[in-house]
C-alpha cells in the first residue's frame, strides 16, 4: 500500500536484518529500497513469507553520523502491516 509519510522518509542505512536467527539482510534490502520501504506499508507476508508467524523480526541501522538504530518485533499475523519505527533521531530531522 503506497504510504505518503513513507515516500517523505529517509531513514538510516540497514546494515543487518534476521528473522528468528536467519540472516535476511538482502531480502529486506530490497524492500528497504532508497532507505524509505520504497513509500509503502507492506503486510508481514509479503517480505517474510508465508511461514513467519510466531518469528522475531530484527533489524539494525546506521545513520550517516554513525549512531546505531534498531528494533525488534514478533510476527503474531502474517496478514498485518508491517509498519516499522521510522529511525530519525529528533536533532537529525
Not at 4 to 24: F, R, S, V
Not at 30 to 38: R, T
Not at 76 to 86: A, C, I, R, S, T
Request: proline content about 4%; some cysteine.
Amino acid at each position: 500500500m503506497n504510504s505518503e509519510y513513507y515516500q517523505n522518509y529517509k531513514g538510516p542505512n540497514l546494515t543487518k536484518a534476521t528473522l528468528d536467527t536467519e540472516d535476511i539482510t538482502d531480502t529486506i534490502r530490497e524492500f528497504y529500497g532508497e532507505n524509505n520501504w520504497q513509500g509503502k506499508i507492506w503486510k508481514f507476508s509479503d517480505i517474510f513469507g508465508d511461514n513467519c508467524k510466531g518469528k522475531r523480526i530484527y533489524c539494525e541501522f546506521y545513520s550517516d553520523d554513525g549512531r546505531k538504530h534498531w528494533f525488534n518485533s514478533w510476527v503474531e499475523d502474517k496478514n498485518q502491516y508491517f509498519n516499522p519505527p521510522l529511525a530519525t533521531p529528533i536533532n537529525q530531522l
